[in-house]
């Protein structure tokens, strides 16, 4: 089946019961036992639950694995991943990765003695090179967040691989529309089901997705461990959300693309970052490694100060002014101060997220709209 027959019917069989076309929404939090030493397929909700189980269902085969995990929240799954290391280990992470994911890394693990070599990942070389006999986990985010950096998953995979580490994938920005880690040699693919999963600005959820099965299993067994599983409603919101998951993020696409355009060649625009633009550095790559487009999510700096491009964010109209992306609703925001606020601000500059770089999250409303709502706030 082709990604949009599955993404409508893989994990959403008709209830059975009632012929209902969708399937209901489990809310019950444990479920009877046949006799008190067996369960039946479910037990209790934080391991298993239906509603949970169909958008797992789903998502494993949009992302072609054989299993997903949905999470209470995108930091939930990344959180799950980093609790399979032990004190000792060691990270390779990027430096264009989400604001909350370098708290985690940075402060958070420091604290259990994992340590961590941040690189360009887009810098195979300085991938391999940053690896160590301790060196458990390789984490990329591809495209990056915010500067839409673009990392060979496939050759981060070969040097997980041969170093005996997990290569990680935050899906979160390409969504499986787009990019298919496990396809390029990934173990696990996470994503911040609050975007473009969802959909719609009106959930929180997290997922990982796995080929091999005894990593599905030791995944499974530490996110039942731990708690941070995804509820109904939000499984049910999120089974809805990805029926139209390629139809959306396509159309984004298309329009985070022309805007792109658009804007490079705005006499106030200073530089554009959107791997979909020749220009970018990392277009080639994400040509031969994407498909279908480049996403949703374009960065521009103005030619000016820090204090212009605040005005451009307080100044749209139809881009509201908001953390988090991937929804219908377009977004602006000033990475510095808000979806990466969470960085030192020494080290953000350093790998060049500016205080003035603008982020935009193309919605669904019409190019020509979002254009005049940019040409006016830059205006
Ligand atoms: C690329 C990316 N990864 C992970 C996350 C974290 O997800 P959540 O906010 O659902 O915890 C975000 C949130 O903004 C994100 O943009």
Request: with cysteine; glycine share 10%.
């Amino acid at each position: 089946m082709q990604f949009r027959t599955r993404a409508i019917h893989v994990g959403q069989k008709h209830d059975a019961t009632t012929g209902a076309i969708v399937p209901p929404i489990h809310l019950a939090s444990t479920f009877v036992q046949p006799d008190a030493s067996m369960s039946a397929e479910y037990d209790y909700a934080r391991t298993a639950s239906p509603t949970r189980r169909n958008f797992e269902t789903t998502l494993a085969a949009l992302d072609n694995g054989t299993r997903a995990l949905a999470f209470a929240s995108g930091m939930a799954a990344t959180h799950c991943v980093t609790q399979l290391l032990v004190p000792g280990d060691h990270i390779v992470t990027g430096t264009d990765i989400y604001g909350g994911t370098w708290r985690l890394f940075h402060k958070v693990l420091a604290q259990h003695g994992i340590t961590l070599t941040a690189v360009d990942t887009c810098d195979t070389d300085a991938v391999a090179r940053a690896v160590t006999p301790a060196t458990r986990l390789i984490w990329v985010e591809s495209p990056g967040n915010p500067l839409l950096s673009i990392t060979d998953i496939a050759a981060c995979a070969e040097i997980a691989q041969r170093s005996g580490a997990l290569l990680a994938c935050d899906n979160t920005i390409a969504t499986p529309v787009l990019s298919r880690p496990l396809d390029l040699g990934a173990d696990i693919v996470m994503h911040s089901a609050t975007k473009y999963l969802g959909g719609h600005s009106d959930l929180l959820g997290g997922a990982l997705v796995v080929r091999d099965a005894e990593l599905g299993k030791k995944l499974h067994w530490m996110q039942n461990a731990t708690g941070g599983v995804m509820g109904p409603l939000e499984s049910f919101l999120c089974s809805r959300g990805v029926k139209t998951l390629e139809l959306r993020v396509l159309a984004q696409s298309a329009t985070a693309l022309a805007l792109a355009a658009w804007l490079q060649s705005h006499p106030r625009v200073a530089k554009v970052h959107y791997p979909g633009l020749a220009s970018h550095p990392g277009h080639a790559r994400a040509a031969g490694q994407m498909s279908g487009g480049f996403g949703g999510i374009v960065s521009f700096e103005v030619a000016g100060d820090v204090a212009l491009a605040r005005k451009v964010v307080e100044s749209t109209k139809l881009f509201q002014l908001a953390v988090s992306l991937g929804a219908v609703e377009s977004l602006i925001e000033l990475p510095a101060v808000m979806s990466h606020g969470s960085y030192e601000p020494a080290a953000r500059r350093a790998v060049g997220i500016a205080d003035g770089l603008i982020r935009l999250s193309v919605g669904l409303e019409a190019c020509e709209d979002l254009r005049a709502d940019l040409a006016a706030a830059l205006g």
